[in-house]
């Protein structure tokens, strides 16, 4: 069964490509020739969230039972 995954690292990386891709509107408005570079940056944060985010699916193993574990955190049980 499939649990909570550890994807921080996806998370931060496609939230900070959009944060370059704002800064490259933002540069891009006030023509600046610089702003290519930011627009790179978010291009390239984007495509290493996404294979961040493919990453628990390639190296997921199953038990006997034929369900997926991809190393969840573990969490009490309890309440």
């Keep these: 069964m499939i649990k ?3 994807l921080q690292k996806a998370v931060i990386a496609i939230i900070l490509g959009i944060i370059a891709l704002i800064a490259y509107k ?3 408005v006030n023509d600046m020739e610089s702003s290519i570079y930011m627009l790179e940056l978010a291009g ?5 969230g996404a294979l961040l985010f493919l990453y628990p699916i390639f ?6 039972q034929g369900n997926v574990e991809l190393e969840p955190e573990k969490q ?4």
Excluded: C, P
């Design 4 to 6: 909570i995954l550890k």
């Design 26 to 28: 933002v540069m891009n």
């Design 59 to 64: 190296f997921a193993k199953k038990d006997k």
């Design 44 to 48: 390239f944060l984007f495509i290493a």
């Design 76 to 79: 009490e049980e309890g309440t």
